[in-house]
């Protein structure tokens, strides 16, 4: 947390300064510090340049304070970087704060009398100021929307405390002015079309891949959560030269899961040690009140995983996750054809966004108001409206990804390989024929092909192993669950 307040129940937390604000971070969290000809640079978290695997985040900040003397030039610096990170910069008398492509290490912001409090956990601003629901988050909680599917995909830069905002990815916030800026996408997307071309942008995208992976494993212990999607696969093949030196766990409810019996198979067959790790009901009841009372907004289902890998993941390894690639994968329009007009009407009938429909006018404003800004810049420069929501506020991206990552710190460190901006232009680069499920996600097969050809030999996503009869009796548990909780108001 930056403040200018002294926290006394932070004092044993690591220290530093900035902008002539106290810093307090909490022990396991990477601090970096440069000060160079007045101006200040202070890094929370790490970030990696696949150009440059080798160089570790001393390197990279100081050669961003040599370089860059200005906001404009420190946002061209980090296209290219890798990492979950939270930067704030300041330049004679003007500061700014600016996280990472995905927005995965979130900068929470609330202003008092003109002074600033940033924070990446909404909690620590229990510390210095007074810390208030919106009766919005009860309405939400309450809703037929996160009964049934409580994924966290709510308004961008929204939050549902009273004077705390959020910073959207691809934002900066220009500290002083107390303003947000859009500073991404800001160049031209040219769509490929030729097969020497697409080759060129898969082969890159590959390169980049292996690249940021040989950088994370030659930096600390790293474990690898696999499961039966393309997403995995695709990261999994590009780790192959560090395989042997990964921990492989699989987090499971049933062995009948195919996100079970298919990693199990796969790993087991290519030689490599793995780890099931099944969720615990004795743990989650033992854990689950420290787990929501220390993380905001918790979610259920990550609550189960995370309580039931108390004591049994490895301390101090960095989890890869093959997540954020749904906007790779057009997630929103999965037959290729983008509409014109992406206002709020056209986005609160999409599932994802089904909660705009039970939300306040105060929510539904905002949400119109995002959209219309990032409809113009995404026509501008030629990006599709859509892969860009479903980057910034979509179901397996932007904040659901950030608030997944955000409930298990206590635990591990997250890499996601794909938040990346430049890897981001070199897959939306292609046509999307190439890039939907109808296709079998061609791009992500030849990227496998490329790495590991006998990762292909296993299907995606199979069925489970369970019986007709047990598949009904899911469903109606689930049922009845969703009916008792909208009975008594949970």
């Known amino acids: 947390m930056i403040t200018a307040k002294n926290v006394p129940e932070l004092e044993s937390w690591q220290r530093e300064t900035f902008n002539g604000m106290n810093v ?70 003007k500061a700014y704060g600016v996280s990472d492509a995905g927005g995965f290490r979130p900068i929470f912001y609330n202003y008092d009398s003109g002074k600033v409090n940033l924070t990446s956990n909404i909690y620590l601003l229990r510390y210095v100021m007074d810390l208030k629901e ?82 994370i494993v030659g930096r600390c212990p790293v474990s690898f959560s696999l499961t039966s999607g393309y997403d995995s696969r695709m990261i999994l093949s590009t780790v192959r030269e560090y395989a042997d030196k990964m921990y492989f766990w699989i987090f499971y409810y049933s062995d009948k899961q195919s ?42 289902m990550w609550a189960k995983l995370n309580c039931s890998l108390i004591d049994e993941y490895p301390q101090d390894f960095v989890n890869i996750r093959g997540a954020a690639s749904e906007v790779l994968k057009c997630e929103q329009f999965q037959d290729g054809n983008h509409p014109d007009n992406v206002d709020i009407n056209y986005v609160r009938k999409l599932s994802n966004f089904y909660y705009l429909n039970e939300s306040s006018d105060d929510v539904v404003e905002q ?55 430049e890897l981001w232009d070199l897959f939306l680069a292609i046509p999307y024929k190439y890039r939907i499920r109808e296709n079998n996600i061609e791009v992500y097969q030849r990227i496998i092909k490329s790495n590991w050809p006998e990762l292909l030999s296993y299907p995606f996503n199979p069925p489970s192993k369970y019986s007709k009869l047990e598949l009904k009796m899911q469903y109606y548990k689930e049922a009845a669950k969703f009916k008792l909780r909208k009975m008594f108001g949970r």
């Open 24 to 93: 307090y971070a909490e022990q396991s969290l990477q601090v970096f510090k440069k000060d160079l000809n007045g101006n200040e640079f202070l890094l929370l978290g790490y970030w990696i340049n696949p150009h440059c695997p080798d160089k570790d985040n001393s390197a990279i900040l100081n050669e961003l304070a040599n370089s860059c003397d200005g906001i404009d030039k420190v946002l061209e610096f980090i296209y290219c970087l890798s990492g979950r990170f939270a930067l704030f910069c300041r330049f004679g008398d």
């Open 134 to 215: 919106k009766p919005e988050k009860s309405k939400f909680e309450h809703s037929d929307f996160y009964r049934w599917s409580p994924t966290f995909g709510w308004c961008p830069g929204y939050t549902f405390y009273q004077n705390v905002d959020s910073l959207i990815a691809n934002h900066y916030l220009n500290i002083n002015e107390e303003t947000t800026v859009r500073f991404y996408p800001n160049r031209q997307l040219n769509q490929i079309e030729t097969v020497n071309d697409i080759n060129k942008n898969i082969s890159k995208i590959s390169e980049l891949l292996k690249n940021s992976i040989s950088a």
């Open 259 to 300: 996100d079970y019996y298919l990693p199990n198979q796969i790993l087991s067959n290519e030689g490599y040690k793995r780890f099931p790790i099944k969720f615990s009901k004795k743990k989650y009841r033992k854990y689950k009140d420290f787990y929501f009372q220390n993380t905001p907004m918790a979610h259920d």
């Open 367 to 421: 949400m119109a108001v995002y959209l219309t800004q990032l409809q113009d810049i995404c026509n501008k420069y030629e990006y599709k409206t859509l892969d860009i929501l479903q980057w910034e506020a979509g179901n397996s991206c932007g904040q659901w990804q950030a608030q997944s990552e955000l409930e298990s710190d206590f635990l591990y460190d997250v890499f996601v390989p794909l938040s990346n901006r």
